[in-house]
């Protein structure tokens, strides 16, 4: 099966991307606004504001609320990246773009097991080290012969073109 390029598989990681960007921003909405309720009212005649009270009502929740919504960003791309790998090798983008990814070896089946390791990669490694996720994305650019990414090596998978 011929190799996916470089370009399909940019535009494929534009499109899941912009997907699992708008849930998460709809599903962060709403945790912003109860943040920005629990503010203090500010009463010019009132008690002065002090730094324990804005940490305490504001900047404490705010923090909380943002590391959820990180864990709750793990989970959703966990979920949409290993689920829709291990069922069909394809996400919405790589189906828009008519790619799929497969075992490295021939015969075998895409496991969720080989669908996680390139999560773990690709997501948790990409967020934590700094400028990780271009070298990953970029890699494919100059390996061969299978034009894999750092988390196609780990996980021993490729990317394939497919007929519609």
């Known amino acids: 099966m011929p190799l996916a390029d470089f370009a399909q598989r940019l535009l494929a990681y534009l499109i899941d991307s912009a997907l699992l960007s708008a849930v998460l921003f709809v599903l962060a909405i709403p945790a912003f606004l109860v943040v920005l309720r629990q503010l203090p009212e500010v009463d010019p005649s009132g008690p002065e504001l002090t730094a324990e009270t804005i940490l305490a009502e504001f900047f404490l929740p705010l923090v909380l609320v943002e590391a959820g919504l990180f864990?709750?960003?793990?989970?959703?791309?966990?979920?949409?990246?290993?689920?829709?790998?291990?069922?069909?090798?394809?996400?919405?983008?790589?189906?828009?773009?008519?790619?799929?990814?497969?075992?490295?070896?021939?015969?075998?089946?895409?496991?969720?097991?080989?669908?996680?390791k390139r999560y773990l990669i690709e997501f948790p490694a990409g967020l934590l080290v700094p400028f990780f996720s271009w070298a990953d994305g970029l890699w494919q650019l100059w390996d061969k012969p299978y034009q894999q990414t750092l988390h196609d090596k780990v996980a021993r998978t490729v990317v394939v073109k497919v007929s519609p």
């Not at 689920?83 to 969720?112: D, Y």
């Open 71 to 116: 864990v709750l960003l793990l989970l959703v791309y966990y979920l949409y990246e290993v689920e829709f790998m291990h069922r069909t090798g394809q996400t919405v983008g790589k189906k828009a773009m008519q790619i799929r990814v497969v075992p490295l070896e021939p015969g075998r089946t895409l496991t969720r097991g080989m669908a996680a």
